[in-house]
Structure formats: C-alpha cells, structure tokens
C-alpha cells in the first residue's frame, strides 16, 4: 500500500531533522504515528536521516500482519504506547548527552529557562531487558502516562505528541538541557537561582 504523500514527506523532515540534531547515530531511532487502529512506523534498518518512501511500514494496532514483519524492531514498546495514551505520535532517539545523564541519574532537570519551562523534569527508567522487549514496552508506556517524554538509561528517550513535530521537540529540547547542564558542570560555579519556585521542578 502506497504511502500518503504528504505522510512521507512529514517521515522524510523528521527523520532528517532528528540526524542532523545529532539525535540519533546513522541507523538509530525510530517514529511513528497512529491513524485509528493502524500505525506508520519506520522500516526495520531503515536510515531516518534518509528515509524513502518504501521506509514506512504500515501495520496494525491490536495485532501482527503482513507489515509485520519489515517494522522496527520496536514496534512492541510503539504499540503499547500507543495503548496507553492519546498518543498520535512517537519520537524515538539516541541523544548522546541525555544518554550520559542518564547513567548517572534517576531524573534529568533541566537548570536552563526552556528546558524547564518546556519539560520540567525527564525520569530515567531502568529495564533489564531492552530493544523492544515486552518488560521495556510496559516500562515505557507506563511512565507516559504521567510525562510527555521519558528516558531507558543507556538507551534513549521515547517522546509523544499529536505530532511528530511535537514530539521532537520534547527529544530536541531534552538533548539541548542535557548539553547545558554539562557545560554547566564544566564551568563548575555556583549557579544564580532565576527560576521562582525551582525546587518544584524536581517534584513535578
């Protein structure tokens, strides 16, 4: 079945956008979107910074079919997402910084005025097996619930939205926190509190 032209070309910038952020390595990540009881997903292999056409996988909600079996990989931890919440849209990425944070945090908090105001706090969740196991699937939907973009520790964050614009902005400015909070450390001075109520952040 052919793809929507301009569901591809949505794919084609999203895909592209989350390469050149530095988002994601030459073949890792992956996104989708949800069309009633059907989902568009990222071919198995397939290179988000190049995606083409025949890179987009349709296949159902509630169970396995033909598309199946060219999917992502994770297609397991999309469709659980997808049954836990309104999502319309998933954004999976391998940001490099977050990844760093993550092995050393149970929580990412953003110390810089859009970050904050954007995401509030990001938790970093623990799997024992990942890469689209059913224990990393029901992790990740579970913690989406309450958050709009989570974190696997050492792995990468999983964002929702109604959009794939949406939820790459939640990656983007996830990644962009990270960088900070590391330059902050780097420059290792005591930070000027700006932010009113800024002990709530790590509350929310």
């Given at each position: 079945m052919a793809v929507d032209q301009r569901v591809y070309e949505?794919?084609?910038?999203?895909?592209?956008?989350?390469?050149?952020h530095n988002l994601i390595s030459s073949h890792g990540g992956n996104i989708s979107v949800r069309f009633g009881d059907r989902i568009l997903i990222k071919r198995r292999?397939?290179?988000l910074g190049r995606l083409k056409p025949h890179d987009i996988i349709e296949t159902r909600l509630d169970k396995n079919d033909s598309g199946v079996a060219l999917a992502s990989t994770e297609l397991?931890?999309?469709?659980?997402?997808?049954?836990?919440?309104p999502a319309l849209a998933v954004v999976h990425g391998h940001p490099r910084r977050s990844i760093a944070l993550s092995l050393a945090?149970?929580?990412i908090v953003p110390i810089d005025n859009e970050g904050s105001y954007l995401l509030k706090k990001v938790p970093v969740v623990s799997v024992?097996?990942?890469s689209g196991t059913k224990q990393?699937?029901?992790?990740?939907?579970?913690?989406?619930v309450s958050y709009k973009i989570v974190f696997l520790r050492g792995h990468g964050s999983f964002a929702i939205g109604q959009t794939l614009d949406e939820a790459f902005q939640w990656t983007d400015a996830l990644e962009e926190a990270s960088e900070i909070i590391m330059y902050a450390r780097e420059i290792g001075e005591e930070m000027i509190e700006y932010?009113?109520?800024?002990?709530?952040y790590t509350n929310w």
């Open positions: 949505m794919f084609r910038d999203i895909g592209r956008d989350m390469y050149v292999g397939a290179m397991i931890v999309h469709r659980a997402i997808y049954k836990a919440t945090r149970d929580e024992e097996f990942a990393m699937a029901d992790t990740i939907a579970q913690a989406l932010r009113k109520m800024s002990d709530s």
